[in-house]
């Protein structure tokens, strides 16, 4: 730890970063006749031969640093990176690299992602790397997209990093090629939803009976090992031009021009003030825009007033949600293609007059005369598969305040049962969102992006400093979860463990899906509404797994929160 003396001149430093923003910002010039040479797969500075040049750094604002992500052994590899110096745009690509060894099904380089990045005094910036429809335009069986993993990491860490970029996915070849214990949620995995379509024929995932591995046994990939050491050594372009796109070209739905000509995305995040803060989130076709918009409806509904788990609360975040589902039904779609009202969706006073329109019957308790049944006759009612909640993701802050959240995915676990692997990685079916979201604005086309529910996000404080760093697997229920959290965070003075453990709800079809078995109360409330209440369980990854660093200034400190509904976990280190 620093000295007394230390502490109070980074926090001054601090204020005087976010009163001045005399650091570099964190956007790389805009493209332009005289902004230079840009960075694309074929000719990415992120190469083993040449090293970012990063910014002059500025003092440390922090006295510690932190990763969260879905596994203790992901943790692991970020927090090394951070001892070695590099920053957490550094470590967060080690994480997503590892991350993608040891949860085969939720991520990798055969899959896509999006970003934000904040520090203090800096503009924040996004970056969107997910899947596109080939040249062609044609939507393979499969629903497998040219994936932008690999490019999308490439472009941070050639824009932000320290580090050497084969340095980043030594954790994750140490964990492909020695191996790691199978945890219970991944074996669980393995034989659920996607799992034994998807591991079809793949020797490394079954045991010597043949059957899948067991909790505690050795997953070894060899293969995965072999594809990320080439990465590594030959840079993210190999990806796309090199000997391993020649074996991706052989997947329906990909083909040589398409890889090639993939791009990652800079784009600026969607934002909106909730509470005291201002709340930064993935931009279109991504729903962060309609978050926002569901945690302005929400507060202006009072929600604030109730707590967790109550009738008033649940009906508040069940009708901001509402809204907010019907909006990217009604408006999103790939900006490049669509025009998607963001200004409209995230501005408060007109939220505050929607909310005003709204039809609420609970207050804290049940108003009216509302006949109560039994849990288990509304429960009935409801017996129809919940979806999985793919997806991972991760948050990394630094020493300087810089605050990474990221999310990235093969769309369902293990991408589904038709898109298969590659080299030891799974192929996404992202492209099967657009019949799921079956909009005017979502429709296929060449280079075209899918409306989809990851919301990787940001809160910034009054300094524009980030506070939180904030996402979540849950799929079609991401939105919701980061609400539930966000809402007793920044609304009630709740900690941030408290926040994480709070109870989740999502309300679909007029279906209520909630953690546990309902109470009386909810009850009342489902029958009032004419919901049907459906449970849920552990092992049905309905309710996704946040990971969440918050940052304090005042102290130089970072707390986390695990989230125990998956094998998540956090580090926050001193810095020496």
Same mark, same amino acid.
């Given at each position: 730890?620093?000295?007394?003396?230390?502490?109070?001149? !980074?926090?001054?430093?601090?204020?005087?970063?976010?009163?001045?923003?005399?650091?570099?910002?964190?956007?790389?010039?805009?493209?332009?006749? &005289?902004?230079?040479?840009?960075?694309?797969? =074929?000719?990415?500075?992120?190469?083993?031969?040449?090293?970012?040049?990063?910014?002059?750094?500025?003092?440390?604002?922090?006295?510690?640093?932190?990763?969260?992500?879905?596994?203790?052994?992901?943790?692991?590899?970020?927090?090394?990176?951070?001892?070695?110096?590099?920053?957490?745009?550094?470590?967060?690509?080690?994480?997503?690299?590892?991350?993608?060894?040891?949860?085969?099904?939720?991520?990798?380089?055969?899959?896509?992602? +999006?970003?934000?990045?904040? !520090?203090?005094? &800096?503009?924040?910036?996004?970056?969107?790397?997910?899947?596109?429809?080939?040249?062609?335009?044609?939507?393979?069986?499969?629903?497998?997209?040219?994936?932008?993993?690999?490019?999308?990491?490439?472009?941070?860490?050639?824009?932000?990093?320290?580090?050497?970029?084969?340095?980043?996915?030594?954790?994750?070849?140490?964990?492909?090629?020695?191996? /790691?214990?199978?945890?219970? /949620?991944? !074996?669980?995995?393995?034989?659920?939803?996607?799992?034994?379509?998807?591991?079809?024929?793949?020797?490394?995932?079954?045991? *010597? &009976?043949?059957?899948?591995?067991?909790?505690?046994?050795?997953?070894?990939?060899?293969?995965?090992?072999?594809?990320?050491?080439?990465?590594?050594?030959?840079?993210?372009?190999?990806?796309?031009?090199? *000997?391993?796109?020649?074996?991706?070209?052989?997947?329906?739905?990909?083909?040589?021009?398409?890889?090639? +000509?993939?791009?990652?995305?800079?784009?600026?995040?969607?934002?909106?003030?909730?509470?005291?803060?201002?709340?930064?989130?993935?931009?279109? *076709?991504?729903?962060?825009?309609?978050?926002?918009?569901?945690?302005?409806?929400?507060?202006?509904? =009072?929600?604030?007033?109730?707590?967790?788990?109550?009738?008033?609360?649940?009906?508040?975040?069940?009708?901001?949600?509402?809204?907010?589902?019907?909006?990217?039904?009604?408006?999103?779609?790939?900006?490049?293609?669509?025009?998607?009202?963001?200004?409209?969706?995230?501005?408060?006073?007109?939220?505050?007059?929607?909310?005003?329109?709204?039809?609420?019957?609970?207050?804290?308790?049940?108003? =009216?005369?509302?006949?109560?049944?039994?849990?288990?006759?509304?429960?009935?009612?409801?017996?129809?598969?919940?979806?999985?909640?793919?997806?991972?993701?991760?948050?990394?802050?630094?020493?300087?305040?810089?605050?990474?959240?990221?999310?990235?995915?093969?769309?369902?676990?293990?991408? =589904?049962?038709?898109?298969?692997?590659?080299?030891?990685?799974?192929?996404?079916?992202?492209?099967?969102?657009?019949?799921?979201?079956?909009?005017?604005?979502?429709?296929?086309?060449?280079?075209?992006?899918?409306?989809?529910?990851?919301?990787?996000?940001?809160?910034?404080?009054?300094?524009?400093?980030?506070?939180?760093?904030?996402?979540?697997?849950?799929?079609?229920?991401?939105?919701?979860?980061?609400?539930?959290?966000?809402? *007793?965070?920044?609304?009630?003075?709740?900690?941030?463990?408290?926040?994480?453990? +709070?109870?989740?709800?999502?309300?679909?079809?007029?279906?209520?899906?909630?953690?546990?078995?309902?109470?009386?109360?909810?009850?009342?409330?489902?029958?009032?509404?004419?919901?049907?209440?459906?449970?849920?369980?552990?092992?049905?990854?309905?309710?996704?797994?946040?990971? !969440?660093?918050?940052?304090?200034?005042?102290?130089?400190?970072?707390?986390?929160?695990?989230?125990?509904?998956?094998?998540?976990?956090?580090?926050?280190?001193?810095?020496?």
């Amino acid at each position: 730890m620093r000295s007394p003396a230390r502490r109070a001149a !980074a926090t001054l430093a601090a204020f005087a970063l976010a009163l001045t923003a005399c650091s570099t910002p964190l956007s790389p010039p805009a493209s332009g006749p &005289d902004s230079g040479p840009q960075t694309t797969p =074929g000719s990415s500075p992120a190469s083993p031969s040449v090293s970012p040049t990063p910014a002059p750094a500025p003092e440390a604002v922090l006295e510690q640093h932190a990763v969260a992500a879905a596994h203790p052994a992901a943790v692991d590899a970020g927090i090394q990176v951070l001892e070695q110096g590099g920053n957490a745009a550094d470590a967060a690509v080690a994480v997503a690299f590892a991350i993608s060894v040891v949860e085969p099904y939720a991520s990798g380089m055969g899959g896509g992602g +999006a970003a934000i990045l904040a !520090a203090p005094g &800096d503009e924040p910036v996004a970056y969107d790397y997910r899947e596109v429809v080939a040249q062609d335009g044609r939507i393979p069986s499969s629903g497998t997209g040219v994936p932008g993993f690999v490019a999308g990491l490439g472009q941070i860490h050639a824009e932000h990093g320290d580090l050497e970029w084969g340095q980043l996915l030594e954790p994750a070849i140490v964990l492909a090629s020695d191996g /790691f214990p199978v945890t219970g /949620f991944l !074996a669980q995995r393995m034989r659920s939803d996607s799992g034994p379509a998807a591991l079809a024929g793949l020797a490394q995932f079954a045991g *010597p &009976d043949g059957q899948p591995l067991r909790e505690g046994e050795t997953l070894v990939q060899e293969d995965l090992a072999a594809s990320l050491t080439t990465v590594a050594q030959q840079g993210p372009e190999s990806f796309y031009t090199g *000997p391993m796109a020649e074996r991706l070209s052989a997947v329906d739905g990909l083909d040589a021009g398409s890889l090639a +000509a993939y791009e990652p995305e800079q784009v600026e995040p969607v934002s909106g003030g909730f509470g005291d803060y201002e709340v930064l989130s993935a931009a279109p *076709p991504l729903p962060g825009a309609a978050m926002v918009q569901q945690l302005q409806l929400a507060e202006a509904l =009072g929600i604030a007033d109730h707590q967790p788990g109550s009738a008033g609360y649940v009906e508040r975040l069940s009708e901001a949600w509402t809204v907010a589902n019907g909006s990217v039904t009604a408006h999103f779609g790939d900006p490049d293609f669509v025009d998607v009202p963001v200004d409209q969706l995230t501005d408060a006073g007109r939220n505050a007059g929607i909310a005003e329109d709204l039809t609420v019957l609970t207050g804290g308790t049940t108003q =009216g005369e509302v006949v109560a049944q039994e849990a288990a006759d509304v429960v009935t009612a409801a017996e129809r598969p919940v979806p999985a909640g793919n997806t991972t993701h991760l948050t990394v802050v630094d020493a300087d305040g810089l605050t990474v959240s990221m999310t990235n995915t093969v769309t369902d676990f293990w991408g =589904g049962p038709r898109a298969g692997s590659v080299g030891g990685f799974f192929l996404n079916n992202q492209l099967t969102r657009f019949s799921a979201i079956d909009t005017p604005g979502n429709q296929p086309g060449p280079g075209r992006k899918s409306v989809s529910w990851s919301a990787p996000s940001l809160v910034v404080d009054g300094q524009d400093r980030p506070v939180l760093g904030i996402g979540t697997p849950g799929g079609h229920r991401i939105p919701n979860v980061l609400v539930s959290v966000l809402v *007793p965070w920044a609304l009630q003075d709740a900690s941030l463990g408290e926040a994480v453990a +709070a109870p989740r709800y999502h309300l679909l079809d007029g279906v209520l899906s909630v953690e546990e078995q309902p109470s009386a109360e909810l009850v009342r409330l489902a029958t009032s509404r004419g919901w049907q209440l459906q449970p849920t369980r552990r092992e049905q990854a309905v309710f996704g797994s946040v990971q !969440a660093l918050e940052i304090d200034y005042e102290t130089g400190t970072i707390t986390g929160a695990r989230d125990s509904r998956r094998d998540a976990d956090y580090a926050v280190v001193d810095v020496e």
